[in-house]
C-alpha cells in the first residue's frame, strides 16, 4: 500500500545531541512511522550547529526525510522568532505536510502555528504538551522563582507571574498571555502523556474536548534478570538514572542518603550533568562525602537493560511537577519499583504502594522515611514488581497516532 498522507514532526532538539526524554521519543516515532503504510514521516528539528545558516532550513545529507534549522534563543515571555516565518513557510509550501505535529516549540516561534494555518489551511496542527511552557514562563517548570521562595504553583495567573517576576512590566506578562491563547487558537487537537498536564492546560483556557490525554510509547527492551537478590544480601540498592540538575531534585535524594550511612543501603548515580557549574560542583562535593553513594556519570540507551537489573529500586525525587517521565517507563520495563515525589505526572504513572511509593516532594525525611520503609520490608520489593503496568510501546503510539491523525485530516 502506497503512503497517502504526509506528518511532520517539529521538534527542538533530538539525539545525539541531546538527549532528553521528549528528544529520544521524538526520534523513536520518527523511526517507527518509516515503517507505516499510510503515512510519509519528515522531520524538522532545531539545532545549535550551523549558528551561521541561521533560520534557514536545511537537509540532512544522511536521511532525505530529516530537515534542521538553527534559530537563536527566543525570548521567554514572547517565545517567538518571525524572522524565521518566510523559510518556515517556503519549507511547508514544498513539504505539504497534511499533518503538522509540533513536539516541541521552545526557541523555534509560536507564530509557525499561524504560518501553518494561513499557508496549508486544510492541513491539521497538532501540538503535544510535554511541559507547561505554554502556561509559565519560568522555563515552564510551574516552580515559583526565589522572589516567592521556589515554591510549587498551583495555578498561573496575571497576579502570581508578577509576584515571580517582579522586575517584569505587568503588560508584558499579561501580552504573554494574550499570544499564547492567539497562536494556541490555531491548533487544531492538544495531546499530553497525562491527566496532569491536561487539567493544567484547560485551566489555561483549552477545551477539554480538544485535548487528548496518550502516553509517550517507547522501545521496550527485554527485561534482564535481576542480578541482585535484596533478600539474600540484605542490600538495598537504589539507583537515581537520567539528567541532574536542581528540578530533578537529586540533592534532595543525596540529603536522605547522608542520614541512612548507618544502613546497608547504597546509591548509585547514573546521568550527564547540565549547565548550572555551581550545582553541579555542589552536587560533586556531596557525593565525594559520602561512602554510599557512587557517580557513574552518562550511560547509553544500549546499556540501559543492564545498568537496570543491577537495582532494586528507582528513585525520581524531581521538586517540578514532571509529566510523564520517561525513567519511570525504563523502570517498569526494566521490572523496578519506584520511589517518586508525590506531585503531577510522578504520581499520575506511579501507583503509591501498589508498584512504589510517593514521598512529599522536595522533602528529604520523609524520602528518608520511604527508603526505610522498603529497607525494614524487604518482600515489598516482589510484591510491587507483580503489579507493574505494562508499557505502551512506540509501535502501539504509531497505530494509535496514525487513528488519530486520520480521524481529523
Avoid at 517584569?168 to 491548533?187: G, T
Wanted: charged share 20%; hydrophobic share 35%; net charge positive.
Amino acid at each position: 500500500m502506497s503512503k497517502t498522507k504526509t506528518v511532520l514532526f517539529i521538534t527542538h532538539g533530538l539525539p545525539p545531541e541531546s538527549y532528553g526524554g521528549v528528544e529520544v521519543y521524538i526520534n523513536n516515532l520518527f523511526n517507527e512511522f518509516k515503517k507505516s503504510d499510510t503515512f510519509f514521516p519528515i522531520l524538522l528539528s532545531r539545532t545549535n550547529y550551523n549558528k551561521f545558516w541561521t533560520n534557514l532550513i536545511w537537509s540532512d545529507e544522511r536521511d532525505p526525510q530529516k530537515f534542521y534549522t538553527h534559530t537563536p534563543h527566543v525570548d521567554i515571555f514572547n517565545l517567538t522568532n518571525q524572522e524565521s516565518d518566510d523559510f518556515f513557510k517556503e519549507f511547508l509550501i514544498n513539504t505539504k505536510p497534511d499533518i503538522i505535529h509540533f513536539e516541541h516549540y521552545l526557541h523555534l516561534s509560536l507564530s509557525w502555528f499561524k504560518i501553518a494555518k494561513e499557508t496549508l489551511p486544510n492541513t491539521k496542527i497538532v501540538l503535544t504538551t510535554h511541559e507547561y511552557m505554554g502556561i509559565c514562563p519560568n522555563s515552564g517548570q510551574m516552580i515559583k522563582t526565589k522572589w516567592q521562595n521556589n515554591t510549587l504553583c498551583n495555578k498561573s495567573s496575571l497576579k502570581e507571574c508578577s509576584k515571580c517576576f517582579p522586575y517584569i512590566p505587568k503588560k508584558i506578562i499579561s501580552d504573554r498571555r494574550k499570544n499564547i491563547k492567539l497562536y494556541f487558537s490555531y491548533i487544531d487537537l492538544f495531546t499530553g502523556p497525562s491527566n496532569f498536564i491536561k487539567s493544567r492546560y484547560v485551566d489555561l483556557g483549552i477545551k477539554s474536548n480538544k485535548f487528548l490525554v496518550s502516553e509517550n510509547g517507547q522501545h521496550i527492551f527485554e527485561h534482564k534478570a535481576d542480578s541482585n537478590n535484596r533478600q539474600q544480601s540484605g542490600q538495598l540498592k537504589l539507583i537515581y538514572i537520567g539528567q541532574i540538575n536542581y528540578f530533578k531534585g537529586l540533592q534532595i535524594l543525596l540529603e536522605a542518603m547522608e542520614v541512612l550511612t548507618n544502613y546497608n543501603i547504597s546509591l548509585d548515580i547514573y546521568g550527564k550533568m547540565q549547565d548550572d557549574q555551581e550545582y553541579n560542583q555542589n552536587i560533586l562535593e556531596k557525593i565525594k562525602q559520602l561512602d554510599n553513594v557512587k557517580f557513574h556519570g552518562p550511560y547509553s540507551q544500549t546499556e540501559l537493560p543492564n545498568i537496570l537489573s543491577l537495582y532494586d529500586c528507582l528513585v525520581v525525587p524531581s521538586i517540578w511537577w514532571e509529566n510523564s517521565p520517561l525513567v519511570i517507563q525504563e523502570a517498569f520495563m526494566a521490572k523496578i519499583p519506584v520511589i517518586c515525589s508525590n506531585i503531577g505526572g510522578m504520581a499520575e504513572k506511579v501507583t503509591n504502594q501498589k508498584n512504589g511509593l510517593h514521598f512529599k516532594a522536595g522533602d528529604s525525611k520523609s524520602l528518608k522515611q520511604k527508603i526505610l520503609h522498603i529497607y525494614n520490608n524487604p518482600t515489598l520489593i516482589n510484591l510491587f514488581k507483580t503489579k507493574i503496568p505494562k508499557v505502551k510501546s512506540i509501535y502501539d503510539n504509531r497505530i494509535e497516532l496514525e487513528s488519530i491523525y486520520n480521524q481529523i485530516a
